[in-house]
């Protein structure tokens, strides 16, 4: 019940393309959903995270979309660039228990 | 402003060693969070420290242990080091005023041979 399963595994898109790596959990007591960005030799950082209570969170090129009953999100990269190459991770979390349940990971490519 | 600082970079031990790994929270951050960054499986949370005390823990067992000082910075110390402890390990701080944002660290290499 503390899964977050995440997909695809690994990703590659076409420079100016849209991203899309989705999300799904089972616990409906999580209360909070960021997505991590990683580039290889650092840690994790805060891309997006979005609540319960929206089904869309948009900043910039990155958008989160949620949706409750079903228990899934996703997150979605437009004009993909190739800055943009790095593992995705998407996470869930209960507010007040400060732990993080993470996917396993989208290593996204981005080809010129 | 500096951001969460972890020591060492790598580190090389033997099986049935022991491991200390060290964090500095970013300034003001009072919550110190640990994380096993295995091969192919994502972020597995180890521990979680506020104000001096442990207030979670993930699913790992005993000889994984740590601490955190007057100053916010952790520790973590890992006993009896076996082949699959090798991984990346990553800290993270936060404000404990409510707020999840976690801030990582660019983690600890740990080998194990």
């Known amino acids: 019940q503390q899964q977050v399963k995440q997909s695809p595994q690994s990703l590659i898109v076409q420079k100016g393309g849209i991203s899309i790596i989705n999300c799904a959990y089972e616990?409906?007591?999580?209360?909070?959903f960021p997505w991590y960005q990683q580039f290889p030799g650092k840690g994790p950082a805060l891309l997006i995270a979005?609540?319960?209570?929206?089904s869309e969170k948009k900043e910039g090129r990155f958008t989160i979309s949620f949706n409750k009953s079903a228990k899934q999100f996703s997150l979605h990269i437009m004009d993909s660039q190739p800055g943009d190459s790095a593992t995705y991770f998407c996470?869930?979390?209960?507010?007040?228990?400060?732990?993080?349940?993470f996917g396993t990971g989208t290593r996204l490519l981005v080809s010129p | 402003e500096a951001g969460v600082t972890q020591s060492p970079t790598h580190l090389i031990k033997t099986r049935g060693q022991q491991a200390t790994l060290r964090c500095s929270p970013i300034?003001?951050?009072?919550?110190v969070y640990w994380y096993q960054q295995a091969l192919g499986l994502g972020l597995q949370f180890l521990l979680w420290?506020?104000?001096?005390?442990?207030?979670n823990r993930g699913n790992f067992p005993p000889r994984f242990s740590g601490r955190q000082f007057p100053n916010y910075s952790s520790e973590l110390n890992v006993n009896a080091l076996e082949l699959e402890d090798s991984a990346l390990y990553l800290c993270?701080?936060?404000?404990?005023?409510?707020?999840?944002?976690?801030?990582f660290g660019p983690g600890t290499r740990l080998t194990v041979l």
């Open positions: 616990n409906t007591a999580f209360d909070y």
């Open positions: 979005i609540r319960p209570d929206v």
């Open positions: 996470a869930a979390g209960f507010t007040g228990f400060q732990k993080l349940v």
């Open positions: 420290y506020d104000e001096g005390e442990e207030r």
């Open positions: 300034s003001g951050h009072t919550s």
């Open positions: 993270a701080s936060s404000l404990y005023t409510g707020t999840d944002t976690q801030y």
